[in-house]
């Protein structure tokens, strides 16, 4: 790029991103001064900067709010942004902060006085959302690699623990393969294309098929295959699935959270650029390779939920289970399919927020909840927050008429449109079935009594403000779902011009 061309850029679309990275660049600057402090001097410190973060983020959102979402490529075409890319960066950073918000009283009780861990979850947002606006392949694995060698270090972050340090080196070494796939696969397209922008690679496959070189077309086929290997791994979809429940219970409750929260839906937005846009023209070839993965992750996530007896490993496998219901979207490959799609995601958003909120605030007898059986008589302990969790249990089981049937209904509706009738007679025996290990929670918090005595720690208020906004949503999704289908639908009309 010549020097003179970078103050050509649209510069106030990446706002949002630079005012991130001044957060991070300052307190790395206090986290000098932070290290020298003592343990109790840290006590004091922690739950303030935490705060402080929450305050940052609101701020980030509302230039986020006051960014123009108008279609412009930036970077001599290494980013992208359009009404995709600041929808779902919206959605990260507003996740994010609900993230920082449960954790705020967790890190006190739990000790976890490490700076770093602010950074680095901030670190990792800032790979997703270049991720989300990458239009080039190069921008493309560095953002990835930002938010993944962040996560690996947020894995190990309990240094005493051994299961987390086991589960971090896992991560490491499986995402280091994932990521040798990516690059592979985008040195197979630079080879056979000559560049590594999305929109000449978008130009060149729109004449791929008249100029009939075969060579030309198995070159990009083989590419854009070895990237689909490394993106299915990040997003935890079977069969590259093996990290996902080590690292969910190896990492601190709030790192789980976070990992289970936020970072998703940018994978998703990512196979949607890809699929639906720059790769439109060989989409139909990875049908059948979303097909098997949305069959190996829906059967795999729900027959291993039932042999969990770890509340944390369960919530992994019903993830896994989860990313196979999303990826029928893209196994009928129909363009129509991207506002379901992000639906169904915004969706279970929601409903692992209300989870992962219940799980961090769910203090019994002074210790953390770890076990399903610790659950046990739950509803006379805090009847409340016992009706929450069957409600938000309910959608995520898609029993209507909460939000969660009605994600699962319209991907299904999609399906068969594209006459994918087997997976969806298939997906359903799945919801049945994933049935069953929902109804074990319910029945341990409802009905299974226990002889000792125990007390249960207070909530705090903002928690359960979080859990009541999101139960509401939940509960009143099918009332007004215009609003949100609508907006999805816009960003699928600017996707298409």
Partial sequence: ??????????????????????????????????????????????????????????????????????????????????NLTQYVKLILIISTLFCYIIQSNFIIKQKLFSFEINILILISLLGLMVLVSSFNLITLYLAIELQSLSFYILTASQKKSTLSIEAAL???????????????????????????????IFLI????????????????????????IGIFFKTGA??????????????????????????????????????????VDISTFFEVIFYISTVLSMLIGSLAALQQTKI????????????????????????DNIPYILLYVIIYIIMSINLWTFYISLNINHKPT???????????????????????????????????FYSKLFLFISAIKAKY?????????????????????????????????????????????????????LIFFFLFPDFLLITLNKINFYLLI
């Avoid at 649209?10 to 990275?21: A, M, Q, S």
């Fill in 205 to 228: 496959l729109s004449n791929i098929y008249s100029q009939g070189n075969i060579h030309l077309i198995l070159g990009v086929i083989y590419g854009f295959l070895f990237l689909l």
């Fill in 238 to 279: 079977a069969p590259f699935h093996f990290w996902l429940p080590d690292v969910y219970e190896g990492s601190p409750n709030n790192i789980t959270a976070f990992f289970a929260i936020v970072p998703k839906i940018a994978f998703i937005s990512l196979l949607i650029r890809l699929m639906f846009d720059i790769f």
């Fill in 312 to 335: 944390k490993r369960l919530l992994a496998y019903s993830s896994i289970s989860h990313v196979g219901f999303i990826f029928i979207g893209f196994t009928s490959n129909l363009i």
């Fill in 1 to 82: 790029m010549i020097l003179q061309e970078i103050f050509n850029n649209n510069f106030e679309v990446l706002i949002p991103e630079f005012f991130i990275t001044l957060i991070i660049l300052t307190f790395l600057l206090f986290g000098t001064f932070y290290k020298n402090t003592k343990n109790n001097e840290k006590i004091l410190i922690i739950k303030p900067l935490n705060n402080l973060i929450i305050f940052l983020l609101l701020i980030t959102l509302l230039l986020m709010f006051n960014t123009p979402s108008h279609t412009i490529i930036l970077m001599n075409g290494a980013l992208c942004n359009d």
């Fill in 370 to 404: 770890k076990y399903l059986t610790d659950l046990s008589n739950l509803v006379e302990l805090n009847p409340a927050l016992s009706f929450v969790i069957i409600l938000t249990v309910f959608s995520i089981a898609g029993i209507p008429p909460l939000a969660g």
């Fill in 170 to 200: 896992k991560y490491f070494i499986l995402g280091s393969i994932a990521s040798g796939f990516i690059l592979f696969g985008s040195s197979i397209i630079y080879g056979s294309l000559g560049t590594l922008n999305f929109g000449n």
């Fill in 421 to 473: 009738f087997g997976l969806i007679f298939f997906s359903i025996l799945i919801s049945i079935l994933s049935s069953f290990y929902y109804l074990r929670m319910i029945k341990i918090i409802f009905f299974e009594q226990i002889s000792k005595n125990l007390f249960m720690d207070q909530i705090p208020k903002l928690n359960s403000i979080i859990l009541i906004i999101n139960t509401q949503f």
